[in-house]
């Protein structure tokens, strides 16, 4: 009867795990954190979902010298929140890696957007970004205040680094 109950226990905690499923969720303009978030989807053997905004994002809009570009007018204003064109369904998903630029310190605030639409309970984030220089910095942990209901893990700035180092980095955080 014990080895039962033993194969019953063991069965469900493998099923469990089986079952659990990562989503790599990812905004990109030029290409870099696209290029970051595919790695770490294929890594992670995750599936792989990408944050449209409903006005896509010209040249012009990221030049951060001029202080009326379309980034630098959303990134100044806190309430901004960008439309997006469809809706990403999360909700057979465990944990969510987050992959996002890193725009004046911050995520761009389509990703804000994005982060607000989700029902966030009980699942695990982890937030991955690329950046020209400034590193992760408050970027994930101002996310994750966003994230309600969301067992906020930790980030990184995958700028450089291999699918591997990634999967490791995710691995440890999920440990």
């Known amino acids: 009867m014990k080895k039962i109950i033993l194969s019953l226990l063991l069965g469900g905690f493998v099923m469990a795990a089986a079952s659990a499923k990562t989503a790599v969720v990812y905004f990109s303009v030029t290409g870099n954190t696209e290029r970051m978030a595919n790695k770490a989807a294929q890594a992670l053997g995750a599936d792989i979902f990408e944050i449209q905004p409903a006005q896509k994002y010209t040249k012009a809009d990221l030049n951060w010298r001029n202080k009326k570009s379309r980034a630098t007018v959303e990134c100044n204003d806190p309430k901004s929140r960008p439309a997006i064109a469809s809706a990403i369904d999360l909700s057979s998903y465990d944990t969510v890696i987050l992959c996002h630029p890193i725009w004046w ?6 990703v804000y957007t994005f982060v607000e639409s989700q029902n966030w309970n009980g699942k695990k984030l982890i937030n ?3 950046s020209g220089g400034s ?4 970027s994930g942990t101002d996310l994750a205040k966003f994230a309600k209901g969301a067992s906020y893990k930790g980030g990184k700035d995958f700028t450089r680094g291999s699918g591997d180092d990634i999967k490791k980095f995710v691995n440890d955080l999920l440990k």
Request: charge should be positive.
């Open 105 to 110: 310190a911050y995520a761009p605030k389509v």
């Open 128 to 130: 991955l970004c690329t």
């Open 135 to 138: 590193g992760l910095g408050q």
